[in-house]
């Protein structure tokens, strides 16, 4: 059984940080790419940040230089560092699997971020 469980989401005042974990069962973790995406009330879901299986990240340009997502193989973990928040960052920010061959993909259920002052 695949489970992708989110932690670490929560209350934050704008300029504040956060870290969000990923922990993943089920799956060989280091043959999967995986992602961020967050969905804000009312907008569609947005892809937020990737980390391929070799390491590799990428972000959408509004987290530039404030996230940074990271992988511990060994704990079958994702992360994602979450500095300097805004009030637009607020989302339910969800957790993906994509096995490189794409012939699987696993989301989690969620975690609330909110910003606010």
């Known amino acids: 059984q695949v489970q992708l469980v989110e932690s670490g989401g929560g209350l934050v005042q704008p300029g504040g940080s956060l870290r969000l974990s990923c922990a993943a069962s089920?799956?060989?973790?280091?043959?999967?790419?995986m992602d961020w995406y967050r969905q804000a009330p009312g907008k569609q879901r947005q892809l937020v940040a990737t980390?391929?299986?070799?390491?590799?990240?990428t972000y959408t340009d509004s987290v530039k230089g404030r996230f940074t997502m990271s992988r511990d193989n060994a704990k079958n973990t994702v992360y994602l560092q979450m500095n300097s928040l805004k009030l637009e960052d607020t989302a339910v920010y969800y957790c993906?699997?994509?096995?490189?061959?794409?012939?699987?993909?696993?989301w989690g259920q969620g975690t609330q971020v909110t910003v606010s002052s």
């Open positions: 993906n699997a994509k096995q490189i061959s794409g012939l699987w993909n696993y």
């Open positions: 089920g799956i060989i973790f280091s043959m999967y790419n």
């Open positions: 980390i391929t299986s070799d390491g590799i990240t």
